[in-house]
């Protein structure tokens, strides 16, 4: 006798993936989300303020309530939900900046050239568009997507810092380095619940344009230096030395070894280097959330980096003359780990 047809919903949601995704992405081009604001519109009036087709913004209306960005209250009258709310800039924990930059072409462009970038071991993109993500993005120069990706950063770490600050005793150290800080959102945190502490933010100078914004913010701004350098060449003088999402950035571990080293350099004798990274188990085993595995092949197809396991930081680590202490985080929603570096 033959098996009934199964149907693995799961995998018929990986493979139609991308349709609510662009689905989405065309609902704030169209900024759908703005145009309706607290109010229930007909059809007819949503199309009025998009000049859109009303016909086919029904249908569109009607995906965005199926997937709970909107609720249609009457038929053909929508009004935007508080998961639809996430979508626009000003909302409380707006998922904004996120969407805007896993949504622009410059994220998805290079995924239809991962076959070419498995087999030649180039980037996706660069195969893709004739260049690299950074030039093509004009990322030193800023642009309306950096300052995305930017206040992206700054979604993201404010939680860490959160539970950063809890979970490590800084009360014997005086002088923090944050190595790549960007915007500071880290330094803030460490620096607002610890008073003795000074700091140092360090990063080129088109990663700390924000910064001064975040650090006078968090009131902290007398006791933080911004100083503007290349971790490659050197990393400032401090007993606490932290790195928060820098590491995964660098997929040839010459790289990372450099940047360790130069920490191990100007780093206390009895300092401590704590990398915040998300750290993969030695094999698959479902402790990691899907989406940071295809988020690492995600750095395959166009920001370069890779995520490393345990074992590949604790290498590293010994090589640049440090011990391991790994910390779980396990209360932050993205699965940060927390590393503790020793000098030996
Ligand atoms: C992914 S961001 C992380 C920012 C911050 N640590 C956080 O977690 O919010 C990586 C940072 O590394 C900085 N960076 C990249 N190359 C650098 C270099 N050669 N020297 C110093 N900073 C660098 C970038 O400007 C950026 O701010």
């Known amino acids: 006798m033959s098996q009934p047809a199964r149907t693995d919903e799961e995998l018929l949601r990986m493979l139609t993936g991308y349709m609510p995704a662009f689905l989405i992405s065309a609902a704030m081009r169209l900024e759908l989300f703005a145009a309706f604001g607290a109010d229930a519109?007909?059809?007819?009036?949503?199309?009025?303020?998009?000049?859109?087709?009303?016909?086919?913004?029904l249908r569109v209306l009607r995906g965005l309530a199926?997937?709970?960005?909107?609720?249609?209250?009457?038929?053909?009258?929508?009004?935007?939900?508080?998961?639809?709310?996430?979508?626009?800039?000003?909302?409380?924990?707006?998922?904004?900046?996120?969407?805007?930059?896993?949504?622009?072409?410059?994220?998805?462009?290079?995924?239809?050239?991962?076959?070419?970038?498995?087999?030649?071991?180039?980037?996706?993109?660069?195969?893709?568009?004739?260049?690299?993500?950074?030039s093509y993005t004009g990322w030193a120069d800023g642009s309306e997507l950096r300052e995305h990706v930017d206040r992206l950063m700054l979604d993201e770490t404010r939680p860490v810092a959160a539970v950063l600050v809890e979970s490590f005793d800084f009360s014997r150290f005086s002088t923090l380095v944050d190595i790549g800080g960007g915007s500071g959102p880290l330094t803030a945190a460490v620096l607002a619940a610890n008073p003795h502490l000074h700091a140092v933010l360090y990063d080129l100078a088109d990663g700390v344009r924000q910064a001064p914004r975040v650090l006078a913010d968090a009131g902290v701004e007398q006791r933080c230096e911004l100083r503007v350098g290349d971790f490659f060449a050197s990393v400032p003088e401090g007993d606490l030395h932290m790195c928060k999402s820098v590491l995964f950035n660098w997929a040839d571990d010459d790289q990372v070894s450099a940047i360790l080293g130069n920490s191990r350099r100007s780093l206390a004798r009895d300092g401590r280097l704590l990398l915040v990274e998300h750290m993969l188990p030695d094999v698959v085993d479902g402790s990691m959330p899907w989406d940071q595995y295809v988020s690492d092949v995600?750095?395959?197809?166009?920001?370069?980096?890779?995520?490393?396991?345990?074992?590949?930081?604790?290498?590293?680590?010994?090589?640049?003359?440090?011990?391991?202490?790994?910390h779980r985080l396990p209360t932050v929603p993205s699965g940060y780990s927390l590393l503790e570096a020793v000098p030996i």
């Not at 519109?41 to 913004?57: D, F, G, V, W």
């Not at 010994?318 to 790994?326: I, N, R």
């Open 66 to 134: 199926a997937l709970d960005l909107f609720t249609e209250e009457s038929p053909g009258t929508f009004r935007v939900t508080e998961r639809g709310r996430l979508l626009l800039p000003d909302t409380p924990g707006s998922m904004h900046a996120l969407a805007a930059v896993v949504l622009d072409e410059s994220m998805w462009g290079g995924w239809p050239s991962l076959e070419h970038a498995v087999k030649s071991g180039k980037p996706a993109f660069d195969h893709a568009f004739g260049t690299d993500y950074m």
């Open 298 to 326: 995600n750095s395959v197809v166009s920001l370069g980096g890779r995520l490393r396991t345990e074992s590949e930081y604790r290498a590293l680590l010994t090589e640049a003359g440090f011990d391991l202490v790994v």
């Open 41 to 57: 519109l007909t059809t007819e009036e949503a199309a009025r303020r998009t000049s859109t087709h009303a016909p086919s913004l």
